[in-house]
Each structure stands twice: as structure tokens, then as C-alpha cells.
């Protein structure tokens, strides 16, 4: 069955430092990955996805993530974090018509 | 920007009683889904409809949960007598997935806040 794990609950950062929120994932075949993301009272926004093609993707609000498919990750990143960038971050897959979400990261980040 | 729009967006609801959630997806999509998600923690599925039926439904959607979709544009999720432990946030997503392509992003609707009581 098709999963993705997020094993940080929180992650904490300095406003300015880069950030990095951990995503693994477990489907077979070629995966198709998302990254969401959930400002407070909010509904699920789309930042990015890896489809196939260049393993560096970049998304919405300066974000990226890297592709590793020996390592079978998609971390999500940014070179210089923000206080807005405060939210719930939840990496997802999809192998059929489903999308499956991973448990969500909590990225704070401090002024 | 097409955008997936849900009402009511809270609704507090006795223990036994019916709810009804509604969504009005993208226009042209073909898929429709509800998610639900406990006290800002994990998205879990429950649902999937293509096709003016379901094509997919979790362990969670049990038969106090129907979907329908009445007029071509609303998709409504109904909970025919909820329990405390329905208390969440619901989510309706749509997706275009055109052909056998599943690229696409899914767009979420900001989500039905529900309390039972």
C-alpha cells in the first residue's frame, strides 16, 4: 500500500536560516508527490509537486523540494525561512486516483 | 483562480441529529473527494466519486456516511446521525485528471468545521 511518513511533528527555525521538512515515501512504481501546506483555520494549499524529470522542483512562496528516489524522499525546502511561512505542512501521495497524506509538520518559525 | 467553495463553514450539531456538508467543486473536474481531519492533525481520506458514484471509500466511511452529488454541481457529504467522535474539520477536493494523467494537483476547498454536541 501506498504511504508517506513525516517524522518530525515540529520543526523549529530561525527566521532567515534555511528550512527543511522531512517527507519519505513508500508507493510503487513511480510516485507522484505533493506538498500542502495549512496557515491556521485554513484549508490545504498546493505548493509543489514532483511528477518525473529534474529531481529539483520548485513550488509556490519561494519554496522547493528535492526528489531522491534511491533514498525515496521528497524533503521539502527554503534557502531563507519567514514568519509567515508559520504552518502545517503535509506531504502527500498519489498512485491511483487517491491522494494520501502523510501525518503533517508543524514548521515554526521564530523572529 | 477556480476555487473549491464549501458551506457552512462551522456547524455545531446535537449527537444523534443529521448534518449535510456541501461543496461546489471546480467546474470540469471529474473527481471529487472528502477528507476529514481531527483537531489539526492528519488528513485522512474518505471518500472518492467519479462518475456520479464511488469509486473509493476508507474504513471510516461506514453507512452513517453517504455522498451524493443532486444537481451537477454540488457534492454533499451526509452524516445521517453523528457521534462526538465526528467532531472535525471536512474537506471537499476536486481534480481534473484528465485521461489516465494523474499530475494534476487536487484543489481543497477551507474546509467544514463541525462540532457535535
Known amino acids: 500500500a501506498q504511504s508517506v511518513a513525516q517524522p518530525e511533528d515540529q520543526v523549529n527555525v530561525a527566521e532567515g536560516n534555511p528550512l527543511t521538512v522531512k517527507c519519505t515515501y513508500s508507493v510503487s512504481g513511480n510516485p507522484y508527490l505533493f506538498w500542502y501546506v495549512q496557515y491556521p483555520n485554513r484549508g490545504l494549499q498546493f505548493l509543489l509537486k514532483y511528477i518525473t524529470g529534474d529531481n529539483l522542483v520548485k513550488g509556490s512562496y519561494g519554496f522547493e523540494a528535492e526528489f531522491n528516489k534511491s533514498q525515496t524522499s521528497f524533503h521539502l525546502k527554503k534557502p531563507s525561512a519567514l514568519v509567515s511561512d508559520s504552518a502545517l505542512y503535509f506531504c502527500a501521495c498519489r498512485r491511483t486516483d487517491k491522494l494520501i497524506f502523510g501525518t503533517g509538520t508543524r514548521l515554526q518559525v521564530f523572529p | 483562480e477556480p476555487e473549491v467553495t464549501q458551506t457552512p463553514s462551522h456547524q455545531v450539531t446535537q449527537m444523534g441529529q443529521e448534518v449535510i456538508l456541501r461543496c461546489v467543486p471546480i467546474s470540469n473536474h471529474l473527481y471529487f473527494y472528502w477528507y476529514r481531519q481531527i483537531l489539526g492533525q492528519k488528513v485522512e481520506f474518505l471518500v472518492s466519486f467519479y462518475n456520479n458514484e464511488i469509486s473509493e471509500k476508507s474504513e471510516i466511511f461506514d453507512d452513517q456516511f453517504s455522498v451524493e452529488r443532486p444537481d451537477g454541481s454540488n457534492f454533499t457529504l451526509k452524516i445521517r446521525s453523528t457521534k462526538l467522535e465526528d467532531s472535525a474539520m471536512y474537506f471537499c477536493?476536486?481534480?481534473?485528471?484528465?485521461?489516465?494523467?494523474?499530475?494534476?494537483?487536487?484543489?481543497f476547498g477551507q474546509g467544514t468545521r463541525l462540532t457535535v454536541v
Open positions: 477536493a476536486s481534480w481534473a485528471r484528465w485521461n489516465t494523467d494523474l499530475s494534476t494537483e487536487a484543489f
